[in-house]
């Protein structure tokens, strides 16, 4: 069982979620965050007062899946969150141990 | 339940000189099946009646009841209730069971007098265990999930206008004795329905409860939700109303609309003046008093199906008449003494015409409540009843737009790209004022704020403010938005279409789209036609595609290359056009979305001023192997160079190179000016492209001998050129390069 996390642009939510429907993928916890990389933050000038906006905001999506589906949910994102621009965000994969489902007590494979 | 005390105070014996004293909600005759039995055993003298009570009680808690008991004189009793602000308010709903009817009614004197003595004291004391009941139970009536008895509007509400009603008049329960009802089945059903004694409305008991309590319907907790909150807010604002007066001090005071101008029922130019005032205000209490007084529920046709409309979902916490209210507020608080320094206090501060603003806000929901779409609903009503109120039709037509697109801005930037240049331009354009804009941004901070806690967090703050100052610079700058430009946009776009309508319309809107607006100003519809022709099928790698005709002047050609866009593609096909024999005196360049490149030379032959087409081809042919690279422009060009050094007469203007972030949010403009020279063109863009930096748009046009050359670039990562180390290393190369020549500088 693996943890994929991305972490992409708030406008690209929508179009990420589809492109894992066709892979089997129902569920996720979407988090509204926000970072910064090699993309600086920037300064918003208004009246000749700036604000400096050092944090960009993001999204990050967590996905529990299947070690056999990784790869697919990786393409996916890979794809449908791609701008092409700079700010585009990153995805990493990480074990998971152990996945229990709340309501049903079901473990393992069946509770992701 | 009285009866019942009555049997057993006549078994257990009852003596003279003790009254059995109902307190609390049963001494009102209230009682909910899991209520307390609140009792007092008065007695005079000094014999505790001991027997007599553990008869009674024990026989009540054998049968299963929670009794508060106790056993006071009544002096006692009045010694409590001077440190036990609890105690002495359960003593005012004092009611006698069974006993010395005397006894009761020489306590319910002293308690009386008692209160009255220190009636303001006792005033402030209920204001503040209200405030803190309210702030642990609920602050507003319209709670998702209402604490019946002890929320705002609650049923303890209640109670307070009865305590005060003795002593200050404004206080009268009876004008909210009906409310009451229905509180009181909710209640009764939770205690039957919940095993616990809860009092707190959960949302999900609140479909069955409607249906148990009569309701029809699919989703009968929603008729039910608005009938209780439409009792609640009734209790409470007169709870509110008997707070403020009895004890201004703790309670508060809000300011008072004046509201005899409505008293007629029609909107006259006082009542229109009362009306702004009130708005102005940005006290939503305020608003509140306009709406219980029924202003605006008789005078705003079509406002009452807003009213205590509920919004059952956590994301929000308020009625919408009542969020409607607290959107003015905190747009008003956006000038008030806590706001914070931030963009929006600023923009409000800036904004020309608040009470277009003000009114947009409190009609900005008033259309839901029906089936449409409450936007548009909400644009129609926001029309009429800024014309009614007696404002003038711009303010209307103002009005009514913002209400319109209230929610354009924030939809926009948690939903598009907002760093792409074209989205912001044509919002830009749909916008189309400056002030419209403010007054949007605005609008859409204070809706957010009023919604509840979720909604406006700092990182959906970032995305609105990054928008808005996008937006803002392309409306200040009035380049590519303003009402000519749209005309012009908009001619141009149909004519376009028009010309090209053999193709499939997808496609050309698809192209016109991808470009910016910049980029149909600055052609005429035929080259614009032409354009999107030459450029069909998208040229793949390599792939040049050339068409050159004669421009208005003699000798002047306009030469047009489309291909897919590469770093240094402009440098390329200028280097290949000067290693021809050819003076590039205009140009403008423009990168389609999908990456193909639109680059328009206006040429003349530097030396041999005639064309023919296989001058043409041969010139098409070294533009193509440029391209390939099998060409070494940088040596051809120093050989032409060599060959037709030029002299250069009269006064020669400096060289300058600006580098400026602040014409646009999307590119740096990078500005030459220079003398004119055989290649100056291929080694200014060889120079950006060397640096990393991709051009977007080019404009080049030459004055005499002077150039003026305009590139907006982007490093390849799409971010702007500015960092100042990098800035003054760009700025020195180009300086160098541009002086390299005939006459280069020491």
């Known amino acids: 069982m693996k943890l994929v996390t991305a972490v992409i642009k708030p406008f690209k939510l929508e179009e990420v979620k589809e492109s894992l429907r066709p892979v089997g993928i129902q569920g996720m916890t979407v988090i509204e965050s926000r970072g910064f990389g090699r993309q600086r933050g920037h300064t918003e000038v208004y009246r000749g007062a700036e604000y ?13 899946c299947d070690e056999g589906q990784v790869e697919q949910v990786v393409g996916a994102i890979l794809d449908s969150g791609k701008t092409g621009s700079i700010g585009d965000g990153k995805i990493w994969v990480t074990p998971v141990e152990n996945v229990w489902r709340i309501r049903t007590g079901e473990k393992g494979k069946d509770a992701i | 339940m009285d009866a019942a005390l009555s049997a057993l105070w006549r078994e257990a014996g009852g003596e003279d000189g003790v009254a059995l004293v109902a307190l609390g909600g049963y001494g009102r005759g209230e009682l909910s099946p899991r209520s307390d039995v609140d009792l007092v055993f008065l007695y005079r003298g000094r014999k505790k009646p001991v027997a007599l009570t553990k008869r009674v009680l024990y026989a009540l808690w054998d049968a299963g009841f929670e009794v508060g008991h106790a056993t006071r004189t009544v002096k006692d009793s009045i010694r409590l209730a001077a440190e036990n602000h609890e105690a002495h308010t359960s003593f005012l709903s004092a009611r ?38 309210h702030r642990a139970a609920g602050r507003v009536p319209f709670l998702l999930e209402p604490n019946v008895k002890d929320g705002a509007g609650g049923l303890r509400d209640l109670h307070v206008a009865t305590w005060l009603a003795a002593y200050f008049n404004v206080c009268n329960p009876e004008s909210i004795a009906g409310n009451a009802e229905i509180l009181h089945r909710v209640r009764n059903w939770l205690h039957d329905a919940t095993e616990r004694r809860s009092d707190v409305f959960l949302l999900p008991l609140q479909d069955p409860a409607a249906a148990d309590l009569g309701y029809p319907g699919d989703r009968p907790g929603d008729a039910l939700m608005r009938d209780f909150y439409g009792a609640a807010r009734a209790i409470w604002w007169h709870s509110q109303t008997c707070l403020s007066a009895s004890a201004p001090s703790v309670a508060g005071t809000h300011p008072q609309p004046d509201l005899a101008p409505f008293a007629a029922g029609l909107w006259t130019p006082d009542a229109r003046n009362a009306f702004v005032e009130a708005l102005r205000t940005g006290s939503a209490r305020a608003l509140e008093e306009l709406d219980q007084a029924g202003v605006l529920t008789r005078m705003l046709p ?59 806000a409190l009609f900005h929901d008033a259309g839901k409540g029906a089936d449409e779409d409450h936007s548009e609903r909400g644009e129609r009503l926001a029309l009429d009843w800024t014309r009614r109120i007696g404002f003038g039709e711009d303010a209307a037509g103002e009005v009514a737009w913002l209400v319109r697109h209230h929610l354009l801005l924030a939809e926009t930037a948690t939903r598009r790209d907002i760093g792409d240049q074209r989205l912001v331009e044509s919002l830009a354009a749909q916008i189309g004022l400056v002030e419209r804009l ?10 957010a704020r009023a919604t509840g806690p979720e909604a406006w967090t700092p990182w959906k703050a970032a995305l609105v403010a990054e928008l808005f100052g996008h937006t803002l610079h392309v409306l200040e700058r009035g380049e590519v938005v303003g009402a000519d430009v749209d005309q012009v946009i908009k001619r141009r776009t149909g004519e376009v279409r028009d010309a090209l309508s053999s193709h499939e319309p997808g496609e050309v809107d ?16 035929p080259d614009l036609a032409r354009h999107f022709a030459l450029a069909q099928p998208p040229p793949g790698e390599g792939d040049l595609r050339v068409h050159a005709a004669q421009a208005g002047e ?32 205009g140009a403008q360049a423009f990168t389609r979305l999908d990456g193909i490149a639109i680059e328009v030379f206006q040429v003349v032959g530097a030396l041999d001023r005639v064309f023919d087409d296989e001058r043409w081809a041969k010139v098409e042919s070294t533009c193509r192997d440029a391209l390939a690279g099998t060409i070494d422009l940088d040596a051809e060009l120093a050989e032409r160079r060599r060959a037709y050094a030029r002299e250069s007469k009269g006064k020669r203007e400096p060289t300058r190179v600006e580098i400026d972030n602040e014409t646009s949010d999307f590119a740096t403009v990078i500005e030459v000016h220079a003398t004119d020279r055989v290649g100056l063109l291929y080694d200014i863009t ?5 640096f990393g930096l991709d051009i977007q748009v080019a404009r080049i046009a030459t004055y005499g001998h002077d150039v003026v050359d305009a590139f907006y670039v982007r490093d390849l990562l799409g971010q702007r050129l500015d960092e100042p180390a990098r800035i003054g290393r760009v700025k020195e190369e180009l300086l160098a390069r541009i002086g390299r020549g005939p006459r280069a500088r020491g």
């Not at chain 2, 747009?331 to 931030?342: E, I, M, Q, W």
């Not at chain 2, 060889?686 to 060397?690: F, I, P, T, V, Y």
Request: contains cysteine; proline residues 3%.
């Open chain 2, 96 to 133: 006698l069971v069974a006993g010395d009817a005397s006894l009761h009614a020489d306590f319910v004197d002293a308690v009386g007098a008692f209160t009255r003595k220190r009636a303001a004291a006792f005033a402030r004391d209920v204001a503040e265990y209200t405030a803190e009941r």
């Open chain 2, 510 to 525: 698809a192209h016109l789209l991808g470009m910016t607006r910049a980029y149909v100003l600055a052609f005429p519809t």
């Open chain 2, 554 to 585: 003699p000798g002047v050609w306009d030469v047009t290359m489309i291909a897919r866009d590469r770093p240094g593609l402009f440098a390329i096909l200028s280097g290949a056009l000067a290693v021809s024999g050819i003076n590039i005196i």
């Open chain 2, 438 to 447: 403010k007054m949007l941004y605005v609008l859409t901070v204070a809706d």
């Open chain 2, 686 to 690: 060889k120079a950006l492209a060397d």
């Open chain 2, 302 to 360: 079509e406002w009452d199906r807003i009213s205590s409309l509920p919004q059952r979902n956590i994301y929000h916490r308020y009625t919408v008449d009542m969020h409607c209210f607290e959107t003015v507020a905190q747009a008003v608080a956006l000038g008030g003494p806590d706001a914070k320094d931030d963009l929006a206090s600023q923009v409000w501060a800036d904004l020309a015409d608040r009470d277009r603003m003000l009114l947009a």
């Open chain 1, 52 to 64: 400096q906006v050092d944090f960009v905001p993001k999204v990050r999506i967590e996905i529990l």
